[in-house]
């Protein structure tokens, strides 16, 4: 899923080299109505969704004096409501057939708030909350519902950080560690191991000790 055609269509040429097969279906999750029509088009005409990897997201850097401002409200755009407008038409087809996959891609920037990153760090905790809560309902739904929380991945969105990002991986192997994910099944999908460690870790600190480590590591 992404909104540029040309480039999906050259990702899918590419696949083709390869042995593969994609078949692009370019569009916009920030439009509902588009997004339950392209559900119901892949249904139709490919049969039914067996996994859904929700990966689209983005991230604009914070503008200190515009909270709220239109990097912010582009983030929760994108990285909530647009995972929502796919989540919707997708747990309503898998619901009537009592299975189905649906991985949601969040973060571990996610874990907690972090420095530099308000609108992103939030939106992805918006997204493990509303895997962890659905998974109540999908599990006795027959959905398996899993949340992928990576550290930094070498990709455009983080080609503009200027900022130091500690155990940054190739996108191929964040590709290998989400498949492999897929096949387990466990509900979440966390890499490198040591970046979701310390992060958690540290959510696990009172608030003074979390606040004062952070800010000595990221000099905010
Ligand atoms: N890179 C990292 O270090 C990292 C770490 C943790 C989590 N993540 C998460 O991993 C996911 C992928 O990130 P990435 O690093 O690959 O980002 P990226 O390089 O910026 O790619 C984002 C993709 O989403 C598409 N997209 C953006 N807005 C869209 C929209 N409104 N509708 C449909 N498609 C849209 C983009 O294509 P178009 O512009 O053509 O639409 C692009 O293909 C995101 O959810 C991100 O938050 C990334």
């Known amino acids: 899923?992404?909104?540029?055609?040309?480039?999906?269509?050259?990702?899918?040429?590419?696949?083709?080299?390869?042995?593969?097969?994609i078949i692009p279906m370019p569009g916009d999750v920030t439009d509902r109505k588009a997004m339950d029509e392209l559900v119901s088009a892949v249904e139709a005409r490919?049969?039914?969704?067996?996994?859904?990897?929700?990966?689209?997201?983005?991230?604009?850097?914070?503008?200190?004096?515009?909270?709220?401002?239109?990097?912010?409200?582009?983030?929760?755009?994108?990285?909530?409501?647009?995972t929502i407008n796919l989540l919707g038409p997708l747990i309503r087809v898998m619901r009537e057939r009592g299975r189905g996959q649906i991985a949601v891609n969040a973060s571990v920037a996610g874990y907690g708030g972090l420095p530099r990153a308000i609108a992103y760090s939030s939106s992805k905790s918006a997204l493990i909350a509303m895997c962890e809560s659905l998974k109540f309902d999908l599990d006795r739904a027959g959905i398996t519902i899993q949340v992928v929380c990576p550290g930094?991945?070498?990709?455009?969105?983080?080609?503009?950080?200027?900022?130091?990002?500690?155990?940054?991986?190739?996108?191929?192997?964040?590709?290998?560690?989400?498949?492999?994910?897929?096949?387990?099944?466990?509900?979440?999908?966390?890499?490198?191991?040591?970046?979701?460690f310390i992060l958690k870790f540290m959510n696990m600190l009172p608030y003074g000790l979390y606040f004062a480590l952070l800010s000595r590591i990221t000099g905010r």
Do not use: W
Request: net charge negative.
């Open 152 to 196: 930094f991945v070498e990709t455009p969105l983080t080609d503009q950080n200027e900022f130091p990002m500690p155990f940054l991986i190739p996108v191929q192997e964040a590709g290998r560690r989400i498949c492999s994910g897929f096949e387990t099944k466990g509900f979440e999908i966390a890499f490198p191991k040591r970046m979701a």
């Open 46 to 82: 490919h049969g039914a969704i067996a996994l859904a990897f929700l990966n689209v997201g983005t991230f604009f850097p914070d503008s200190e004096n515009d909270f709220g401002g239109d990097g912010f409200r582009k983030t929760f755009a994108v990285n909530v409501e647009g």
């Open 1 to 21: 899923m992404a909104r540029r055609a040309a480039e999906l269509d050259a990702f899918a040429a590419e696949a083709a080299g390869a042995g593969g097969k």
